[in-house]
């Protein structure tokens, strides 16, 4: 194992969107056993220390590879097209304007059927964009383009969290009585 691998070549993965999620957690588990700082105990501090480091780097590429936007941006950064969401903020205007839309619907939302309902628009379009990125990551190698979907894709998953948060808001004092 280099420290300095790929999440992918650590794993042993093709270098690929298009994951399962039962072999990157197998392989996890494997990795994190193989590095495991008590293994090393009788080979002393500095030996422990490395482990600890492996397991840290190990801990870091499954958190990477496990989750799909991550895992999309990671890609697009592997291959000189960096997502730079805190700097590169434009958007298409329709994608501005179903956000403008959503955020209306969300402030005007009174009961849990209209959360619920928003909340699904939010992860049929986080399917489709997920999808969207696998085909211009994996066939077709569109990575700039594909680095624009994470970017549309970070503020889709900020929204669904705050729709869940005004939808838990919305059901407390439900629960409080």
């Keep these: 194992m280099n420290l300095h691998s790929s999440d992918f070549e650590l794993f042993g993965l093709a270098t690929q969107y298009s994951q399962d999620r039962d072999v990157i957690d197998a392989r996890w588990k ?14 002393g501090a500095a030996a422990q220390r490395l482990a600890m480091q492996w397991s840290v780097r190990i801990n870091e590429a499954y958190a990477r590879l496990k989750d799909p936007l991550r895992r999309a941006a990671y890609l697009c950064e592997l291959n000189a097209a960096p997502v730079n969401a805190e700097r590169n903020t434009a958007m298409s205007q329709a994608f501005l304007v179903q956000q403008m839309q959503w955020r209306e619907a969300l402030e005007a939302a009174q009961d849990a059927e209209t959360l619920n309902e928003l909340s699904l628009q939010v992860a049929s379009e986080r399917r489709d964009m997920l999808q969207k990125c696998e085909q211009l990551l994996d066939r077709e190698q569109a990575y700039q383009e594909a680095a624009q979907r994470v970017r549309a894709l970070m503020f889709i998953e900020r929204f669904g969290r705050d729709v869940e948060a005004r939808l838990d808001q919305l059901q407390a004092p439900e629960r409080g009585q």
């Design 30 to 43: 494997e990795l994190q056993r193989q590095a495991h700082p008590d293994r090393f105990a009788a080979q």
